[in-house]
């Protein structure tokens, strides 16, 4: 929450894509988040793959699952941060974004650039 917190100062539109329909973070946090205009929750969904813009080697998007219903959906981005914990949840981005033997997400040297432009990494490391 503190990170969605953090790039709603910047951004037009954060959107937390969450597995459950209840959050595990501080309850002050969870009431900044939910309180905040710029961030959406998407609940008891999750991210499937990462898309390209056809043509152009930037972000498009996501790919989303309801775990309730099991709808499958697009959700146009331009960037995406992910929050995973302290295990890498990169399975969804094997093949389509360089992971380390770890699963962790490959960045150039002294930068957060991955192989695919628009994405950045982030959590803590």
């Given at each position: 929450?503190?990170?969605?917190?953090?790039?709603?100062?910047?951004?037009?539109?954060?959107?937390?894509?969450?597995?459950?329909?209840?959050?595990?973070?501080?309850?002050?946090?969870?009431?900044?988040?939910?309180?905040?205009?710029?961030?959406?929750?998407?609940?008891?969904?999750?991210?499937?793959?990462?898309?390209?813009?056809?043509?152009d080697d930037?972000l498009g998007?996501?790919?989303?699952?309801?775990?309730?219903?099991?709808?499958?959906?697009?959700?146009?981005?331009?960037?995406?941060?992910?929050?995973?914990?302290?295990?890498?949840?990169?399975?969804?981005?094997?093949?389509?974004?360089?992971?380390?033997?770890?699963?962790?997400?490959?960045?150039?040297p002294d930068?957060?650039?991955?192989?695919?432009?628009?994405?950045?990494?982030?959590?803590?490391?």
């Amino acid at each position: 929450m503190e990170e969605a917190c953090f790039l709603a100062r910047y951004a037009s539109k954060v959107y937390i894509i969450h597995r459950f329909d209840y959050l595990e973070a501080s309850k002050v946090m969870a009431r900044r988040a939910k309180a905040n205009p710029k961030i959406e929750i998407i609940w008891h969904s999750q991210v499937l793959e990462a898309y390209g813009v056809e043509g152009d080697d930037i972000l498009g998007g996501v790919v989303l699952r309801d775990n309730k219903t099991q709808e499958v959906r697009r959700l146009p981005l331009s960037g995406l941060f992910f929050a995973i914990g302290h295990a890498p949840a990169t399975a969804f981005l094997e093949g389509q974004l360089e992971l380390d033997e770890y699963g962790y997400v490959v960045t150039a040297p002294d930068s957060t650039a991955t192989s695919i432009r628009g994405e950045q990494p982030g959590g803590e490391g």
